[in-house]
């Protein structure tokens, strides 16, 4: 018979529909490194650019995201309740491998972990290394550093009220046009104008069926990630692109706290194309910060970085 392909168990990558899983399988090599397979989707409702012809580069981001939850439950014992801290996540995506073909994108991937911390049978935080594939060639690289925390520890990190309490949702204020940033729908966007350049306010949809698939008690990092990204558009005047984004998750970003994003230009770590600083404050506190560099004004037929 056959081998039959299906989705990692959506538990242990923390997502609530099969739909958001794009893991499909997980063998350990030797030591600490692992062989894995996944599949994009043809056309997802979020992680394809505006017009449907290519993998949206923030794919990658998730991705790298969903293996080091999957490493963790399911290679390095951590139970299933456990909360992660994300603390960094660098990714870069080879541009002209996000064409979108006749069939789901087939991945395959290869991570590394290092800096491996035990705690008992529990490993309480590691680094990642991470490379993706697609047909043998490069799709996109990247890194992050997770910490795992059980319950009890979570909820003395954020205090037991903070965790039981469902925040309500608030009135969501009026976003910036969705071609200003690279997306086709309202929903999409999570800054709204300040009237200041370069300066905007994180107000995301909590009932994004992406970015908010799953409850929490405080912003995921993707949105924060998706802000980044959104910023350097609205900076730019036009749709930016990224090959390469690096975020440092400080604290956590709250939702009953304005949080203030702020893009500057930065040098570029690559040539001929435009680098871009973003970070995120609330109550004069930086919660994030990122730096991204890509291509401005490309909106089809990306062309490869340099």
């Given at each position: 018979?056959?081998?039959?392909t299906?989705?990692?168990?959506?538990e242990y990558?923390?997502?609530?529909?099969?739909a958001?899983?794009?893991?499909?399988?997980?063998?350990?090599?030797?030591?600490?490194?692992?062989?894995?397979?996944?599949?994009w989707?043809?056309?997802?409702?979020?992680?394809?650019?505006a017009d449907?012809?290519?993998?949206?580069?923030?794919?990658?981001?998730?991705?790298?995201?969903?293996?080091?939850?999957?490493?963790?439950?399911?290679?390095?014992?951590?139970?299933?309740?456990?909360?992660?801290?994300?603390?960094?996540?660098?990714?870069?995506v080879?541009?002209?491998?996000?064409?979108?073909?006749?069939?789901p994108?087939?991945?395959?991937?290869?991570?590394v972990?290092?800096?491996?911390?035990?705690?008992?049978?529990?490993?309480?935080?590691?680094?990642?290394?991470?490379?993706?594939?697609?047909d043998?060639r490069?799709?996109?690289?990247?890194?992050?550093h997770?910490?795992?925390?059980?319950?009890?520890a979570?909820?003395?990190?954020?205090?037991?009220?903070?965790?039981?309490?469902e925040?309500?949702?608030?009135?969501?204020?009026?976003?910036?046009?969705?071609?200003?940033?690279?997306?086709?729908?309202?929903?999409?966007?999570v800054?709204?104008?300040?009237?200041?350049?370069?300066?905007?306010?994180?107000?995301?949809?909590?009932?994004?069926?992406?970015?908010?698939?799953?409850?929490?008690d405080?912003?995921?990092?993707?949105?924060?990630?998706?802000a980044?990204?959104?910023?350097?558009?609205?900076?730019?005047?036009?749709?930016?692109?990224?090959?390469?984004v690096?975020?440092?998750?400080?604290?956590?970003?709250?939702?009953?706290?304005p949080?203030?994003?702020?893009?500057?230009?930065?040098?570029?770590?690559?040539p001929?194309?435009?680098?871009?600083?973003?970070?995120?404050?609330?109550?004069?506190?930086?919660?994030?910060?990122?730096?991204?560099?890509?291509?401005?004004?490309?909106?089809?037929?990306?062309?490869?970085?340099?």
């Open positions: 018979m056959p081998r039959l299906t989705t990692v168990p959506r990558v923390h997502r609530a529909g099969h958001e899983v794009f893991l499909t399988g997980c063998r350990r090599l030797e030591g600490d490194r692992f062989a894995l397979t996944g599949q989707p043809r056309a997802h409702t979020f992680f394809t650019d449907g012809t290519r993998h949206d580069p923030t794919q990658a981001a998730e991705t790298i995201r969903q293996v080091g939850l999957l490493l963790a439950h399911s290679e390095f014992g951590v139970p299933l309740g456990h909360q992660f801290l994300l603390r960094d996540m660098e990714y870069s080879s541009l002209d491998e996000l064409e979108i073909g006749a069939g994108s087939e991945l395959t991937l290869q991570a972990c290092t800096d491996v911390k035990w705690r008992g049978e529990r490993v309480t935080q590691f680094a990642m290394a991470i490379t993706i594939e697609r043998g490069h799709v996109a690289d990247g890194s992050g997770f910490s795992c925390l059980a319950p009890a979570y909820r003395r990190l954020r205090g037991a009220e903070r965790v039981a309490a925040a309500t949702p608030k009135p969501r204020f009026l976003t910036l046009e969705p071609q200003r940033v690279g997306r086709s729908g309202h929903a999409d966007v800054l709204a104008p300040t009237g200041r350049p370069g300066h905007w306010l994180l107000s995301p949809d909590r009932g994004h069926p992406v970015l908010f698939e799953h409850g929490g405080h912003v995921p990092g993707m949105v924060l990630i998706e980044a990204r959104q910023a350097a558009c609205g900076l730019q005047g036009d749709v930016f692109v990224p090959v390469r690096a975020t440092q998750f400080h604290r956590y970003t709250e939702f009953d706290t949080c203030w994003i702020d893009a500057v230009t930065a040098p570029s770590t690559l001929g194309l435009t680098g871009v600083h973003v970070t995120g404050h609330q109550e004069g506190e930086e919660v994030f910060s990122a730096r991204l560099t890509g291509h401005c004004g490309v909106r089809t037929g990306y062309r490869a970085a340099s």
